[in-house]
């Protein structure tokens, strides 16, 4: 595996820190959007087209964070043939709070218990759908720190995204995103470019202690994504102006630097929106854009816009969607098929997005490629950064094991079970009615679970949660191919939240 730290030992920078292995997953269930709008008597095209979603998937009440977790880390284990010895750092991001002491991280400590290794640092995150990327980036730190011990960090992002009955429940989702970190790492983070922007907002919070609901300003909340991306982008070039300086490099940056732009998903439309806004940034900071032809064409109108006055200017946002169009097929749109078909899922929403990119190219139309990615989390806290795909696109590498460990990332979408809204309706108002009940047995099926899948067994009367897993089918995780027929019987592994 890459990441390994020379025999000689050698107290040096850790070359090229970042993502070597992802591992994804997506509950095995899902409802149809287009049926979603019949069901809620809305008009034809407002999910599917307004908001750019095709399918949501969902728990039933045999899931939580905790579950979504285990299954996640186990998996990226298991493909990858590592010892649980190898890690010293996971971390966990997740805004799907089950516990207001007890962090999933420690429920996440059992699958370490027969290797011994309990010497792992790193806790929970939480902030929104940031505390993903805060949890990865305390991992690339500590990689490239003084207290670095040579083992890989661990990174699990996960969360399931639920609303009450209303506008917003469409935009619902769930999953997790598991991520190894070290040296030598087919995903590089770039150094020193990160540009971040933190402020005050209520634009989207869950106040309610007892809840799994939001409380969303939807328009508040747009406004503080958008504005957050236009400050970001802003640090971003600036800190790459910069660099390129001190190399001797003389050129204005814009999104023709990355080849790839993927994006916080809460809808596939806000994406396509973020992208035109980004060309906007580009337009404005240009100080002689080319009006007459090319991607600026017929945009002289718009000159001497300002940002902050444009959120909801249909004018601007209509002129830069056309003017974006094709950089959006280009650079964006791969990255949305798993937003667009499991809709919504917090945390490892961008992550997604970015499993989604390596699941639909080759590694060489992968290797050498800049990513720009941006993360965003309500109240607000958003960071926008790159990465920088390996030139190494041979056969065996490291990139063509992570392209291969997604390449089964369509079939497993498509290998999910389609359940009628009434019945998500039904698993939804279980779910309020039981999420934090003591002595409660789930009722969700089992057999309606993808093997491999840890679940919920029973929360006894102080509740202390327990799991089993439903048991792999041979070779799952050896050949990145996991859309197998649904069959498995439960592990005889079960971990609760204190005993195994």
Same mark, same amino acid.
């Given at each position: 595996m890459? @990441? *390994?730290?020379? #025999? *000689?030992g050698e107290a040096t920078w850790p070359k090229d820190v970042g993502i070597i292995a992802l591992e994804v997953y997506i509950p095995a &269930?899902? %409802?149809? &959007? +287009?049926?979603l709008? &019949?069901?809620? @008597?809305? +008009? #034809? @095209?407002?999910y599917t087209i307004g908001l750019g979603q095709a399918r949501m998937g969902f728990c039933s009440d045999r899931e939580d964070i905790n579950s979504l977790c285990l299954t996640a880390v186990q998996g990226l284990m298991e493909r990858n043939s590592l010892s649980y010895d190898s890690i010293g750092r996971l971390e966990v991001g997740t805004e799907t709070i089950i516990d207001k002491s007890k962090s999933v991280k420690t429920v996440l400590m059992q699958l370490f218990e027969e290797s011994g290794n309990t010497d792992v640092e790193g806790i929970d995150t939480t902030n929104a759908c940031y505390g993903g990327t805060a949890a990865l980036?305390? +991992?690339?730190?500590w990689v490239e720190s003084s207290s670095w011990d040579g083992r890989y960090a661990l990174v699990v992002a996960g969360d399931i995204a639920v609303y009450a009955t209303g506008s917003a429940r469409p935009t619902g989702g769930a999953g997790a995103v598991a991520m190894l970190v070290g040296p030598n790492a087919p995903l590089a983070f770039d150094r020193g470019i990160r540009g971040t922007h933190m402020q005050h907002a209520y634009d989207f919070y869950k106040p309610d202690m007892v809840s799994e609901y939001p409380v969303v300003d939807g328009k508040l909340s747009i406004q503080c994504y958008l504005s957050a991306l236009d400050r970001c982008y802003s640090v971003y070039r600036n800190k790459i102006h910069a660099q390129w300086q001190k190399e001797g490099i003389e050129k204005r940056f814009s999104l023709d630097d990355f080849g790839f732009m993927v994006f916080h998903s809460p809808y596939c439309k806000? %994406? &396509?929106?973020? /992208? #035109? =806004?980004l060309v906007l940034n580009d337009f404005l900071g240009d100080p002689n854009p080319n009006t007459e032809s090319g =991607?600026? *064409? @017929? /945009?002289e109108a718009f000159r001497e816009v300002k940002p902050e006055e444009t959120y909801f200017d249909r004018d601007v946002e209509k002129a830069f969607m056309k003017a974006s169009t094709e950089m959006y097929v280009q650079k964006t749109k791969a990255s949305l098929l798993l937003s667009n078909q499991n809709g919504n899922m917090y945390t490892p929403s961008v992550y997604g997005c970015l499993a989604s990119v390596i699941a639909v190219h080759t590694p060489q139309e992968l290797a050498g490629q800049r990513i720009g990615v941006f993360s965003y989390g309500s109240g607000f806290a958003a960071t926008l950064y790159s990465i920088r795909v390996t030139q190494d696109a041979t056969p065996g590498s490291a990139l063509d094991?992570? %392209?291969a460990s997604l390449s089964d990332l369509l079939t497993r979408l498509d290998s999910r079970r389609k359940v009628s809204p009434d019945v998500f309706a039904e698993n939804m108002k279980l779910r309020e009615e039981t999420h934090h009940l003591a002595s409660y047995i789930p009722q969700g099926s089992v057999d309606d679970l993808f093997p491999g899948t840890w679940y919920l067994t029973h929360v006894d009367e102080k509740h202390r949660r327990q799991y089993a897993r439903r048991a792999p089918w041979i070779g799952q995780f050896e050949h990145g191919d996991r859309a197998h027929p649904q069959s498995g019987k439960e592990d005889v592994v079960t971990i609760t939240n204190g005993e195994h």
């Open positions: 890459p @990441g *390994s730290v020379p #025999a *000689s &269930q899902f %409802v149809d &959007q +287009a049926e709008e &019949q069901h809620d @008597g809305v +008009a #034809a @095209g407002k980036f305390n +991992a690339v730190n806000l %994406v &396509q929106k973020s /992208l #035109a =806004r =991607r600026f *064409s @017929g /945009l094991t992570m %392209v």
